[in-house]
């Protein structure tokens, strides 16, 4: 039994729940090995997973590759550029070529759109390493960093602050799965995908857009942003001038609860989107939730097998 994981949907709450605990479960039992050690169970052993990347990385490149080590597998990384996909071979034939050849395919890139036609013409589990749409695997990271300190999931109240991007709209859409609720700061303009907002919504989260920078983030418990340019963007100092009001800094964190957590799944701008005395401040958990990244992709791995 095989899945495509190209958006959180794909798997549901209870799977994401199960991911979670899974994870959980995994880290500990290898706490203190070394990181190519394979799991005890080597649960994908002689798995092999083609990583295809599109977009520049680093923790999805090093996190996809540690994870299917330690699952007993191993990878083959390969860069568009250097691949026939960028010389013109179809999609729907690289899907084919790649079935044959490995057990899995994650890849990185821009347009949704080709995610799922690669996961329409592969035999093999598609995974979502990142598109312009989502990003699916960050957020079990995510998820399961909140879970780790203690964070209860279901009537979590999460502060985006900066960019509608995939990286938000995977947050909306694990909120309506997960049960809590996201307040979105953000400049117009720059919101997030509707469809995800509507969908989740309707599961019942509680999904609201300010413009003012202070309502999104009283009395949050977790107060999360991102990087405000991505890769490729044009008109960046208009955008930077826009998002300047949502950036994270002490006065910003001194609003969510005492407690509060914050996230940022990196790379980041010190200065821009965030002050440097938040991301390397007491309530960062930054460097836990890129770690978990690894702990993550195993979990989304044995779940595309059928073994979660």
Known sequence: MSRHFLNLTDAGGNAIAAMIADAIDRKAARAGWPKGKPDADRPLADHVLAMIFEKSSTRTRVSFDIA???LGGSSIVMESGSM???R???VADTAKVLSRMADAIMIRTDDHAKIEELAANADVPVINGLTDLSHPCQIIADLLTLVEHGKSLPGLEVAWLGDGNNVLNSIVEAAGLMKFNVRI???QGYDSDPEFIKQAQAAGANISVHR???EAVAGADVVVT???????QEHVHNKLAAMMPYQVNDVMMEQAKPDALFLHCLPAHRGEEVMPSVIDGPQSVVWDEAENRIHAQKSVLRWCFGQI
């Open 185 to 187: 700061g953000c400049p």
């Open 84 to 86: 026939q996909l960028g």
């Open 88 to 90: 013109g071979e179809s």
């Open 212 to 214: 003012d920078e202070n």
């Open 226 to 232: 991102d990087t405000w340019v991505s890769m490729g």
């Open 68 to 70: 299917i080590r330690q």
